[in-house]
């Protein structure tokens, strides 16, 4: 059972910055797509960032600019780096792993960013 666990979540003033890690347990980086996801309060679940498996990254039009997703294939490990926080951003955040053909899909176990002066 591969497991992706994440760190580095916290409270941060707005205009401040927190980079988010998500470690997985076994070499699953090959040929699977990688993104970061989170829901605030009374909202759906969005996708916030994401690398296909391909190399091609997306972002949601409310944090283009402002956040980065990389990942290292060699460490198991997907980054969020986010700057300029907003209290918009104040949400739990999800990492997720999964491949298309839909045979792998795993999620982290989520981690609380809250944006607040």
């Known amino acids: 059972q591969v497991h992706l666990v994440q760190s580095g979540g916290g409270l941060v003033q707005p205009g401040g910055s927190l980079r988010l890690s998500c470690v997985a347990s076994?070499?699953?980086?090959?040929?699977?797509?990688t993104g970061w996801y989170r829901q605030a309060p009374g909202k759906e679940r969005e996708l916030v960032a994401a690398?296909?498996?391909?190399?091609?990254?997306s972002y949601a039009d409310s944090v283009r600019g402002r956040f980065t997703i990389s990942r290292d294939n060699a460490k198991n490990t997907v980054y969020l780096q986010m700057n300029s926080l907003t209290p918009e951003d104040t949400a739990l955040y999800y990492c997720?792993?999964?491949?298309?053909?839909?045979?792998?899909?795993?999620w982290g176990q989520g981690t609380q960013v809250t944006v607040s002066s």
């Open positions: 076994g070499s699953i980086f090959s040929n699977s797509a």
């Open positions: 997720r792993v999964w491949r298309a053909n839909g045979m792998m899909d795993y």
């Open positions: 690398i296909s498996s391909g190399g091609v990254i």
